[in-house]
């Protein structure tokens, strides 16, 4: 099956600072997702992005499917966006995601 | 508000007990997938339904079962559980056939089991 790698595994950045979590997939894909599971345990949709660009507020995401990765940027860090930082892939016969092991980000004030 | 419904949010049980969690999903969508997370554990895919008929099977226990009624909502039945199954257990829905789309996840079902 497919194998999904996120880097980095734990991130701590001071609040306002700027960062880049990458995902990594092992074969072609029709379907990317970025999840933010916050304290509670409640995953948010950030973006559906199988390939291009995509903005949302502070937040942005590309996935270069013909490389196998997909960047996900977050910029002018608050500390409501620590969590988890799930990306989950699908493709070709499995008809459910496949969700790396996450980035775990910490804001600090 | 991702619109879709997970009951109970969360349930303690003890070792051995029978429960079943259940998910409405969101307006309109006809594929529901069941996912487990551990504690310090990724998410793993248990079973998917679409329209009513199971899709696909992961890393499911045979003490698992799940289905997907005539009007979609689906459950996810646990039984002889064992402490090892303490986990929060997500129900995601989208609209399509499977891997076509967009999915949303509930909320959880945090089951702990003593």
């Known amino acids: 099956g497919i194998q999904v790698e996120q880097s980095p595994p734990d991130l701590i950045l001071q609040e306002g600072a700027n960062s880049t979590l990458r995902c990594n997939f092992s074969d072609s894909v029709n379907n990317l997702q970025w999840f933010h599971q916050n304290p509670w345990g409640q995953l948010i949709n950030l973006f559906y992005i199988p390939s291009g660009t995509k903005q949302n507020g502070r937040l942005s995401a590309t996935t270069v499917a013909t490389e196998r990765y997909s960047l996900l940027y977050i910029s002018s860090s608050q500390t409501t966006d620590s969590g988890v930082y799930f990306c989950a892939v699908g493709g070709g016969s499995q008809g459910n995601l496949i969700f790396g092991k996450g980035t775990k980000l910490s804001v600090k004030p | 508000d991702s619109g879709v419904t997970q009951t109970p949010k969360h349930l303690i049980t003890a070792t051995g007990q029978r429960v079943t969690l259940r998910c409405s999903p969101r307006?309109?969508?006809?594929?529901v997938y069941w996912y487990q997370q551990s504690l310090d554990q990724g998410l793993q895919f248990l079973i998917q339904?679409?329209?009513?008929?199971?899709?696909a099977k992961g890393n499911i226990l045979e003490r698992f079962s799940a289905q997907q009624f005539p009007d979609l909502h689906s459950e996810l039945n646990l039984s002889s559980l064992e402490l090892g199954d303490s986990a929060l257990y997500f129900c995601?829905?989208?609209?399509?056939?499977?891997?076509?789309?967009?999915?949303?996840f509930g909320e959880g079902s945090r089951l702990t089991v003593l």
């Open positions: 995601a829905s989208s609209e399509g056939p499977p891997n076509t789309g967009e999915l949303f």
């Open positions: 339904y679409y329209n009513g008929e199971e899709r």
């Open positions: 307006s309109g969508d006809l594929s």
